[in-house]
């Protein structure tokens, strides 16, 4: 993990960046990656209700939405590429690989929502959908985090 990349209104981490390359030299794609618990369920519901066709159509017929996905997926790439340059991580085995299924399907919810909360909106076309639809369960501006242990 390099650092937090999106916080709950109450100052719980909800998605932290992580390394291009982890200790041992292990490759992992997935630079913003979705930690907070009531985000993860958010999104693992909306998969289970098998939205994620939806979505995949909406990427084969809405042009506009392709394209600012085909954007999200190259905004990934620089954040990473930029991250790897700075720590001094080698990109070679991930290079082009983004995360959720980028840039032409989707895949992970999980991942789609973490870019949209480390980026914020207007990043992601699908993670800003996906957002509004779990408004009503998880939205990084209501803390409805379960109370500390
Ligand atoms: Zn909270």
Redesign the pocket.
Known sequence: MVCVGAR?????PLAVVTRPLLPGGIPFPTTCYLTGP?AVKAASHVEADGIMQEYNDLLSSDETIRAAYERAHELYLAFRHELAVRLGDDEDHIEGISAGGMPVRVKCLHALMAQTLVMGPGANPIGDLLLERVSQEFSPTI???APEE
């Open positions: 709950c209104v109450c100052g719980r009531e803390c409805r985090c």
